[in-house]
């Protein structure tokens, strides 16, 4: 292994999973532990696996956490929308007739622009919130990534009106210390959209960058109601919500 190229060792480590590179094979010597530090070979192994494009060539600083976080990078949200009922949601107000969840188009609305998604979240007369709270630490993203790197967390959402009811809807999100302090936060404005709109879906979309060091949890909460106060589930109506931690 000694008389080995640096360049052919770099391709033989690149072959390892990444945890047992950093676990396992950064303590065999001093050599391979610089090469693991390294830059070339988290470069190698983003290339391999189709993280990196130009872009992320000209914006990731350090190549390793780059790799982890593309590595991990998923939608943070469970059942975001609706195949499992309001399972993983709490109901912070249950307004009305309280949340429901149907098939899209549904009465008076459009199809959602991904084919992959089926159904929705639709609120009442009164108002009516649900949240999540993410655990990032329990989800893979480690104290030290999160104050040192302080990776962009991305939050998306999207409404829909019915065409014949207007509605209202809102968005808060907010990044937790361990002890549950708000560290940064994003809310919309009451967003309304007028009766007789045509039912399009919307995407609202924020991006925490530069929070500072502490973040452990990530609460995410949206809601709204029908400004027509109609029995039944006249108002906003939400789905494919989801909280994204990138490089």
Aim: aromatic share 12%.
């Amino acid at each position: 292994m000694e008389s080995l190229p640096e360049a052919v060792l770099i391709r033989i480590l690149a072959s390892i999973p990444a945890v047992d590179l950093v676990l396992a094979c950064r303590l065999v010597c001093c050599q391979w532990k610089n090469l693991i530090d390294g830059a070339a070979l988290w470069i190698l192994k983003c290339q391999q696996e189709g993280f990196a494009g130009a872009e992320s060539e000209e914006n990731a600083e350090n190549w390793q956490n780059f790799y982890f976080l593309s590595k991990r990078r998923r939608n943070l949200i469970k059942n975001p929308c609706g195949e499992e009922d309001l399972q993983h949601w709490g109901e912070v107000e249950n307004g009305g007739d309280g949340w429901k969840i149907e098939e899209l188009p549904g009465d008076f609305g459009k199809e959602f622009p991904s084919e992959e998604v089926h159904k929705y979240f639709v609120t009442s007369y009164e108002w009516c919130r649900k949240s999540q709270v993410i655990d990032l630490k329990a989800e893979g993203y480690w104290e030290e990534l999160m104050d040192t790197t302080q990776p962009k967390v991305v939050v998306k959402d999207w409404y829909a009106g019915r065409s014949d009811a207007g509605c209202l809807y809102e968005l808060c999100v907010k990044l937790l210390s361990e002890n549950e302090d708000v560290l940064a936060e994003y809310k919309t404005e009451t967003i309304a959209i007028p009766e007789d709109n045509d039912a399009s879906w919307t995407e609202i979309s924020y991006t925490f960058s530069d929070y500072g060091p502490g973040v452990r949890f990530v609460r995410f909460e949206h809601g709204g109601q029908d400004t027509l106060f109609w029995k039944g589930w006249y108002g906003v109506r939400v789905t494919n919500s989801s909280v994204t931690v990138e490089p």
